[in-house]
């Protein structure tokens, strides 16, 4: 038997249905029934049943389906232990973060370096006014990213980082008193220009362009990092919405972080180059997906 064909005889086995199993395998049903077919003429017994209602196996059927799974896992054991060689010592991986992100990821990174002690993780700071350069350069393995992120070239992974959003004002702005800011309070102030770096898409879903009543939100003035875009709330230019963590990590004199209580909870995934489809972040994505969402 090829591998194909092992592959077809054992999701078939676990369907019990051939529409199903060729969906599941991207194949078309006459693919499936061609391999079963050519199989049970080499073995010269049927290893199933079928009838118009039903499939099922039958007893050789059944024998076969528990010795081939025993050889199927023995085989992803084996690659997962080669795989597992191939992320040796010396191996780093460059993760693109916003600020102090690295320090909420800490449970992840924990995990990766438990479960792959060979793999050292070296932490490089990102702005939103350049998102993707770094991953395209190959400066950066791969980086946290809010979503949505849809770029041809670049794959999303899991997401790693869930959180609000915060609106940051100067201290003596009217809003700072209030305590508490909403989407439609981005009309009546400028928020900062990211520049023509980052996609109009991606920076519109944390700055966005008009409010949920249609107002448009003035952009201006530029900036092209955190602490630019710090310096220009500070002194009342402008305001400017950011993740939560922000807000965790930096108390600057003369801001105030005000929670947006209408924004929608931002998500935070792991972006890679699609040609760069490594062991080490393979293992980095199947971490984090075992791992689930860090709520912030």
């Not at 991986?93 to 600020?99: A, C, E, K, M």
């Not at 438990?114 to 400066?139: K, M, Y």
């Not at 670049?154 to 959003?165: E, I, M």
């Not at 400028?190 to 249609?214: C, F, I, K």
């Amino acid at each position: 038997m090829e591998l194909r064909d092992i592959e077809i005889f054992l999701t078939l086995a676990e369907e019990l249905h051939f529409g199903r199993t060729a969906e599941r395998l991207h194949v078309s049903q006459a693919r499936v029934s061609q391999a079963i077919s050519k199989q049970e003429r080499r073995l010269g017994v049927a290893l199933f049943d079928r009838t118009s209602r039903r499939v099922a196996l039958t007893p050789v059927g059944r024998r076969l389906r528990e010795d081939l799974q025993q050889a199927i896992d023995l085989l992803h054991e084996g690659l997962a232990r080669a795989e597992a060689a191939g992320l040796g010592a010396g191996r780093t991986l460059r993760l693109g973060v916003f600020g102090h992100a690295g320090h909420e990821l800490r449970p992840l990174i924990d995990a990766l370096r438990t479960r792959h002690p060979g793999i050292d993780v070296q932490f490089n700071e990102i702005n939103g006014s350049d998102p993707f350069t770094a991953l395209r350069t190959g400066d950066s393995d791969v980086n946290v990213l809010w979503l949505p992120v849809a770029e041809p070239d670049l794959t999303v992974g899991p997401t790693v980082l869930t959180g609000a959003r915060v609106l940051a004002v100067s201290a003596d702005h009217p809003l700072a008193e209030r305590g508490t800011a909403s989407l439609e309070d981005l009309a009546d102030n400028h928020v900062v220009d990211l520049g023509p770096n980052a996609p109009e898409y991606w920076v519109a879903s944390m700055v966005p362009t008009r409010t949920p009543s249609g107002r448009r939100i003035p952009r201006g003035p530029i900036a092209r990092t955190f602490h630019e875009i710090l310096s220009l709330v500070a002194s009342g230019q402008c305001v400017h919405p950011l993740g939560e963590i922000a807000a965790r990590y930096n108390n600057p004199p003369g801001i105030v972080f005000l929670p947006v209580h209408d924004a929608p909870t931002l998500q935070w995934a792991l972006t890679w180059r699609t040609t760069d489809d490594s062991p080490t972040i393979r293992a980095l994505a199947r971490t984090a997906a075992e791992l689930g969402p860090i709520s912030l």
